[in-house]
Antibody
Framework: QVQLAESGGGVVQPGRSLRLSCAAS????????MHWVRQAPGKGLEWVAG????????YYADSVKGRFTISRDNSKNTLYLQMNSLSAEDTAVYYC????????????WGQGTTVTVSS | SYELTQPPSVSVFPGQTARITCSGD??????AYWYYQKPGQAPVLVIY???ARPSGIPERFSGSTSGTTVTLTISGVQAEDEADYYC????????????FGGGTKLTVL
């Protein structure tokens, strides 16, 4: 079955960088849109970034544009999120999500990795 | 900007019908998706393309659309349905953005 396993979260100081990874299995990773979605403590879901099946197109929320970069390695079935210039507002659980066949929804989610930005 | 508006909370007794709405000006032009999320767990897709139900989702979950409002209906609510529910749609007016509503807490009384 579909499995998505995020890693790379942790505690980081403001202004520093962090890279998240999402290992995918159980489906044809190279043919699916993939996303990062985050959830700040006690808050709702916020879409962060998405990438087309081949990585040629990247899409970002205004809140992270210019600071975060989404990428993928289809040979390794892995999705990445490079996060730079982190601030306290980026503190959240970060989920990796698989795009559905329509490319407009998300039909599978990982369990998330926690990023805490604090001095 | 593209926004989806949900009521913060809905409460029903077991066995009743719960209706959770999601409003947005662009909804007539875009499919809506619904997810539930229980505390400490990842979201789960329950409705896609306005009204389709993924395999494994109980028949008591259904979706509908009318104008700028989409509705998630849970018939015969069970205690296990207590969760946060989120609607989601895609803004394709410029570059693509995926947008979530603010979420609705369903409480089973």
């Amino acid at each position: 079955q579909v499995q998505l396993a995020e890693s790379g979260g942790g505690v980081v100081q403001p202004g520093r960088s962090l890279r998240l990874s999402c290992a995918a299995s159980g489906f044809s990773f190279s043919t699916n849109v993939m996303h990062w979605v985050r959830q700040a403590p006690g808050k709702g879901l916020e879409w962060v970034a998405g990438t087309s099946y081949d990585g040629s197109n990247e899409y970002y929320a205004d809140s992270v544009k210019g600071r975060f970069t989404i990428s993928r390695d289809n040979s390794k079935n892995t999705l990445y999120l490079q996060m730079n210039s982190l601030s306290a507002e980026d503190t959240a659980v970060y989920y990796c999500a698989k795009g559905d066949y329509s490319n407009y929804g998300m039909d599978a989610w990982g369990q998330g990795t926690t990023v805490t930005v604090s001095s | 900007s593209y926004e989806l508006t949900q009521p913060p909370s809905v409460s029903v007794f077991p066995g009743q019908t719960a209706r959770i709405t999601c409003s947005g000006d662009a909804l007539p032009k875009q499919y809506a998706y619904w997810y539930y999320q229980k505390p400490g767990q990842a979201p789960v897709l329950v409705i896609y393309k306005d009204s389709a139900r993924p395999s494994g989702i109980p028949e008591r979950f259904s979706g509908s659309t009318s104008g700028t409002t989409v509705t998630l209906t849970i018939s015969g609510v069970q205690a296990e349905d207590e969760a946060d529910y989120y609607c989601q749609a895609t803004d394709s007016s410029g570059t693509y953005r995926w947008v979530f509503g603010g979420g609705t807490k369903l409480t089973v009384l």
